[in-house]
């Protein structure tokens, strides 16, 4: 943590393909919003209501866009997309690991295991048979890898994950801490009396730029494999079950579940707490608000929501009295329209 | 992940307890969906939606019921149950892990746990002081038993699994990895200004045949122990507070979450995303539908709902303003159907 | 667990700062509700719906307040609050983890790293550089703590839990198995065809006697941190979105979510499933029900819910059908009402 990134103005701008406005060999050393920046950390402005923060920044340089750079009271890196630039220029500034490749001593991998000579796994973690772990990998401590797994270059798990068997993930993938991938789908058949276990026989296939949150579950197919296309971003606490399809650049947001057999299309928006209930298919370019349950297929690119909204809890309790006479309700009206 | 299972018609025949028609020699040495299977594998055949996929399977056998044989174009397993004959079949067709009994080198077991020579104890596994594990139980590595528990014969733990202290769980019992049981109860006492923790001295006690999902919690009792009975499948995400009692072969979906001293009956459904609040009781024979709130005792076996199902958001956003007036609404329409 | 705790009736008393009305002498080694009491066990009574187990209690003492006493057929210890008298004594009778101070020999700790005499770390915990472990805290095992962490005095994380870097926790913190705190917030920059991560450059602070449930994951902030305030109480599975604040002594039931750079004020109840959506500010004393979606700020403190309560599916389905033409009905309405 001791760390630091410093850049100059300059450095910055080339390196973000930015057009500088200000001194070129001032440096930063740190990122900041607006209204905490102290001198020699840089910020960015991209939020009209932060307007006014931007006019007493004592940041060092801001990224914004060129309609605001005459009122910028100091440097500027001009960009088209300030918040895009900001996220380029948040990477340059996040800490770098100082340990070097290899594994700890304390890993355990299985002899057919093939591991990439810049691959680092970290302390006391367990890799199975015939799993391939590619260049500049990094396995956080404590992680459990099953066999016949593909970790392809660049991707990133933290402390704590487990693949079991049979996942396949793509490069410069991200896995966050407790989540799992690959654990069994929730396949029973009844006998009448007693569930019997499906062994769920496919595994997982997550495509190239996903990134998965802390405490997320994939589960397994029950015969083909449950798949999440390139660049999807899953958020922490997140279910998929089995043999769900999430298409490529769709972001599902925390605590939402996707149910077993249903497919998401691509460039779609799950917000935080989402149901999706199981053989349904979501089409492209859908967006469905939070803590809404998607109880059927969707067709159409749009927005969808269900619930209710909040109220104060004294007049709910009248109108949800209400809302189980909705139909009631409904026939009486229609009765005094045609007795008029 | 080399090893392939390899089985006669015959031999599944005999096994599964079925009848066959066709080749009794052939081998099948996967199972595949009518869509997918090619020669050599085998596949079932229970949902009529599927029954052109029969008529074109390239599969080398089909488990079915006995209306279909006549049209299926390879060779028939006949099933009564062809859904629950596919599930004993799928479990001839899971992998066989290799490893033999024992305790890894790496695993910590303190000196008065007695465990089966049958067991596995894999890499870092911990477990803690008078625990008891029985024969054939697998502990996946990076997981963690305390003290006082047991683990009866048969049981499988997949890695990084936690059981606190006086966790207790029957035969052929499954728990999937990030899963921690017997977590304190969210017992506090509020003093007027802050909240006093009270010690949740109860434990979890799992019956026989139970299966957890991954990342699912379930709290130890405040005193006496939290209960889940024989047969009860659990899916990922789900949260089972302190002294819940679930009801033999009741099937909870991901994501579910059912708070304090709650009571659910035996043989429910309880779908994905439900929330059930404490002390209520849910009778034997319930189901409840995706994310809807039993926020009261239900004492009628039955199907129960809440919520609003799904709307595009520009009409949603309109309905719930008249939610919010609907005792109104509904006093305004008896002012009118009186003034008639 | 072969550890008893046995207390004379003079030590609670004195202990617990109460009145007793009975033999100062009599030894009790336990707690039990008053139903299952049996001769040797203290109980408590605070809820007047058991009012005739305190009748017929086998209990040896009974925590009550002063107007039971008469009626209660074994010694009383009187208290103005007795649930929280049973909160204090409960602790008194916890089980005592035999395991003396120090480091495991399997646990890997940066040798920059700080760590207090009289701190534990059990088996396989790895903790990073330049972090701070205070006295009495204890990190149970195959936990991993990051770099730059500080845990503050008599915390105690139990095992299978994840610290990023850069995560502080106050005095006599808690954190239970699974929970993941200073994760990634999630934050991505969209570039018209693809999500650019943005790095996530602050940390996490919790406060002195903040409970962590398990598998509950909290995210590191943007660029300042996430905190939680001092005396918060969360369960399990809740998720803490980046740059949250939680305000003092609010209780966070299971299965929350509360998104990014939301505001929950002081001695809050957010109940159970409730999903907080990003940017909003909820004042100090609110409680909000079950499974609610707070999507705007409470400036109002009070009780707040959403949801339609439970009803039988077949009648629910038809009032979800109305609900979707709740705005026509009512404009139907005024219509009637116009045209009288």
């Known amino acids: 943590m001791t760390t630091v990134s410093a850049y100059s103005l300059r450095e910055l701008a080339q390196q973000l ?29 991209h ?31 001009v960009a088209t997309n300030p918040y895009l630039a900001y996220a380029k220029a948040s990477i ?44 500049n990998v990094r396995v956080g401590a404590n992680s459990v890898i099953g066999s016949g797994c593909y970790l392809a270059d660049d991707t990133k798990l933290y402390p704590n994950v487990t693949f079991y ?31 019997h276990k499906i062994a769920q026989l496919g595994g997982v296939t997550l495509g190239d730029d996903v990134e998965i949150g802390a405490g997320t579950s994939i589960d397994r197919g029950a015969l083909d494999d449950t798949v999440v296309e390139d660049g999807v971003k899953i958020d922490n606490q997140v279910q998929i079950a089995h043999n769900v399809r999430v298409g490529a650049n769709t ?40 803590m809404s349950l998607v109880n ?21 309790k009248k109108n949800i009295v209400r809302f189980r006479q909705l139909d009631e309700l409904w026939k009486r009206l229609l009765r005094l329209e045609k007795s008029k």
């Open 92 to 135: 340059l500034f996040s800490p770098v690991p100082p340990e070097r490749a290899g594994s700890h001593a304390s890993a355990q991998v299985h002899a057919t295991t093939r591991i990439a000579n810049t691959a680092i796994l970290e302390a006391n973690v367990v890799v199975g048979v015939n799993t391939f772990i590619g260049e």
């Open 296 to 316: 059927q297929s969707i067709t159409k690119p749009g927005v969808y929501s269900s619930g209710t909204g909040l109220s104060e809890s004294a007049s709910w």
């Open 47 to 77: 939020n009209p209501l932060y307007h006014s923060q931007l006019l007493t920044t004592h940041a060092s340089a801001v990224i914004l866009s060129r309609e605001y750079a005459a009122v910028c009271p100091v440097a500027c890196l």
């Open 17 to 45: 393909d930015l057009e500088l406005i200000g001194d070129p060999a001032a440096i930063v050393t740190g990122i900041a919003t607006l209204e905490k920046a102290i001198p020699g950390q840089l910020s960015f402005f």
């Open 165 to 195: 068997d049979d996942v396949k993930i793509g490069k410069r993938g991200i896995v966050h801490s407790g989540s799992v991938i690959g654990s069994d789908g929730f396949g029973f058949a009844f006998d009448g009396t007693r569930y």
């Open 251 to 290: 972001v599902v947001c925390g605590c939402s579940a996707i149910a077993g057999s249903s497919t998401i299309g691509k460039n779609c928006i799950i917000a935080g707490g989402v149901g999706v209930i199981n053989h349904v298919t979501i089409c492209d370019g859908v967006t469905v608000t939070a």
